[in-house]
């Protein structure tokens, strides 16, 4: 309701229900989340994961810089397209072999590096540093 509040300690919370393993982690480091998720469920009892950071669905920047695509670079592998990011979309040009390359809308890019982080060839970088990267 846009009133001001106290923000609850979801740890505390966690560890007054009995909860003994609790990971708090940055979504948007995919090695550091993937790592908490499989101690939890490697850890015999209940686990929680506290997810520390923006939604990504929430109209704000992570950064303020948008993340672009290397064309060159880009070999249609697909894996950035499913991470369900809305604004990364199949490009009309096509690799080699037929497959459409990626492309970033950068007014829906919240700058959250995710793309980037799983982009096997380094084709995702940030919109300022793709002239450097095509030189
Ligand atoms: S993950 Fe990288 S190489 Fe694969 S389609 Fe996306 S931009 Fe292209
Ligand atoms: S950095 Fe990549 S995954 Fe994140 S909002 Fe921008 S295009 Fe989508």
New binding site residues.
């Given amino acids: 309701m846009g009133e001001q509040t106290f923000q609850v300690d979801f740890v505390k919370l966690c560890e007054a229900i009995g909860v003994r393993d609790i990971h708090t982690v940055d979504p948007y480091d995919l090695d550091q989340t993937k790592d908490a998720f499989q101690k939890a469920l490697e850890f015999d009892g209940p686990s929680v994961v506290i997810s520390d950071k923006p939604c990504v669905l929430m109209p704000r920047k992570i950064k303020e810089t948008p993340y672009t695509?290397i064309s060159d670079s880009?070999?249609?592998?697909?894996?950035?397209f499913r991470i369900g990011c809305p604004a990364i979309a199949a490009s009309k040009e096509l690799t080699e072999k037929g497959h459409p390359?990626?492309i970033i809308d950068l007014d829906l890019c919240t700058g959250c590096t995710i793309c980037a982080q799983?982009?096997?060839?380094n084709?995702?970088v940030l919109a300022t540093e793709k002239a450097h990267a095509v030189r």
């Avoid at 880009?74 to 950035?80: A, E, I, P, S, T």
């Avoid at 799983?118 to 060839?121: A, D, F, I, Y």
Wanted: overall charge positive.
């Fill in positions: 695509v880009c070999n249609g592998c697909k894996l950035c390359k990626a799983v982009c096997p060839e084709a995702i």
